[in-house]
């Protein structure tokens, strides 16, 4: 079982997918602090969208298997800057969430084009409110 690491911009379904994926009751709650669970650490979106907190980010990926960059669908704001998993030691994901809202390819393309330029390969897209996907997510994980 691989221990992930969250990272991603404020509102971009970081908690929500931690809770789908541990089987928890979907409630919100604003991360404030790096929190480490089981089989995930979930980090604010401030700790992204502020450059000072970048090594803070790569010293807690020690602590984990798999580093997943996380992009809202509908979000046209790129907070990941190119090259940006080229930090970590760790395999890279990226995760495109609320695919639910998704209207269009475009609105996925946007995502998909911002992590691969962040340096991403391998791109899951999912829903933690309608548990879209999420077994492909866990499976890659080895989570049971």
Not at 130 to 136: D, G, M, R, V
Request: hydrophobic share 40%.
């Amino acid at each position: 079982m691989k221990k992930v690491m969250f990272i991603g911009p404020s509102g971009s379904g970081k908690t929500t997918l931690y809770q789908r994926m541990g089987s928890f009751d979907i409630d919100y709650d604003k991360t404030q602090v790096i929190e480490f669970h089981k089989n995930v650490i979930d980090t604010p979106g401030e700790y992204l969208e502020n450059r000072g907190y970048y090594s803070a980010l790569q010293v807690t990926s020690v602590e984990a298997d798999v580093v997943a960059l996380v992009m809202d669908c509908k979000s046209r704001s790129n907070v990941f800057p190119p090259g940006f998993a080229r930090m970590f030691t760790k395999p890279i994901i990226g995760i495109v969430t609320k695919i639910d809202l998704m209207l269009d390819e475009e609105d996925f393309s946007y995502a998909e084009d911002s992590l691969r330029l962040s340096g991403v390969n391998e791109i899951f897209k999912i829903s933690s409110l309608k548990n879209k996907k999420i077994a492909e997510l866990r499976k890659f994980l080895e989570w049971s």
